[in-house]
């Protein structure tokens, strides 16, 4: 069974710190993907990778950046966190197959700044 | 803009009501569809998926969707709720290069 595995359930930070968000996924996928999950706006995705070095802007990539060094595992980064990026972070990851694969997702990361 | 709508953000039924949850997308060509579960605190996952074929798709837990191409709609059902099918519901699309898009979700309470 596939595992997507966040390094923290729950997270504080304060305003302008640099906070690492971190997934790890263990069945070989090509594709990572960072999204938040605001209530009432659903999943809207910042960033997302289809390989080792590899990134592509989501939806909403403002203030974030990610990094792929491994194929395993996908870092979200925000540069100098704010109040407005408290949400629930949820990391997922598939097959590259032309969208023919389902996500998996991890169990998310609810981050705090205060 | 390319979008993916559900509406009735909050859905409030008794246990053994039916259940159906809308889909809306606004992408051209060809689409694959999902529908992801997220109960009280885990993680979302997969319910159903459509790519082709039978229109009419069955996945986990007695759900069902249909997928109507003239309507761009997939929507989900199912004919008898239970308490555990409380839950948050998304419709997701992908397109293009293995991206989902998704709606807003649906809270579903099912009233014991």
């Known amino acids: 069974d596939v595992k997507v595995t966040q390094s923290s359930r729950y997270l504080v930070k304060r305003t302008g710190e640099k906070v690492f968000l971190e997934c790890v996924q263990d069945?070989?996928?090509?594709?990572m993907f960072w999204y938040r999950q605001d209530p009432g706006l659903g999943l809207r995705l910042i960033y997302f990778?289809?390989?080792?070095?590899?990134?592509e802007k989501g939806d909403i990539p403002e203030g974030y950046s990610v990094s792929r060094e491994k194929k395993e595992r996908f870092s979200l980064i925000l540069e100098s966190a704010s109040t407005n990026q408290t949400s629930m972070y949820l990391c997922?990851?598939?097959?590259?197959?032309?969208?023919?694969?389902?996500?998996?997702f991890g169990d998310g990361t609810r981050l705090s700044i205060l | 803009a390319q979008s993916v709508s559900q509406h009735n953000h909050h859905v409030i039924l008794s246990e053994a009501a039916s259940l159906e949850l809308g889909c809306n997308y606004s992408?051209?060509?060809?689409?694959?569809l999902f529908w992801y579960v997220q109960y009280p605190g885990q993680h979302l996952q997969l319910l159903l998926k459509?790519?082709?074929?039978?229109?009419l798709v069955k996945g986990i837990k007695g759900f069902e969707a249909e997928f109507i191409k003239s309507k761009f709609s997939f929507n989900l059902r199912k004919p008898s709720v239970q308490w555990s099918d409380t839950a948050e519901y998304f419709c997701?699309?992908?397109?293009?290069?293995?991206?989902?898009?998704f709606g807003k979700g649906n809270q579903v309470v099912v009233i014991p």
């Open positions: 997922a990851s598939s097959l590259y197959d032309r969208g023919n694969q389902p996500q998996h």
């Open positions: 069945m070989d996928h090509e594709n």
């Open positions: 990778s289809y390989d080792v070095k590899m990134k």
């Open positions: 992408y051209g060509g060809t689409v694959n």
């Open positions: 459509y790519f082709s074929g039978d229109p």
């Open positions: 997701a699309v992908a397109h293009g290069n293995n991206r989902l898009a």
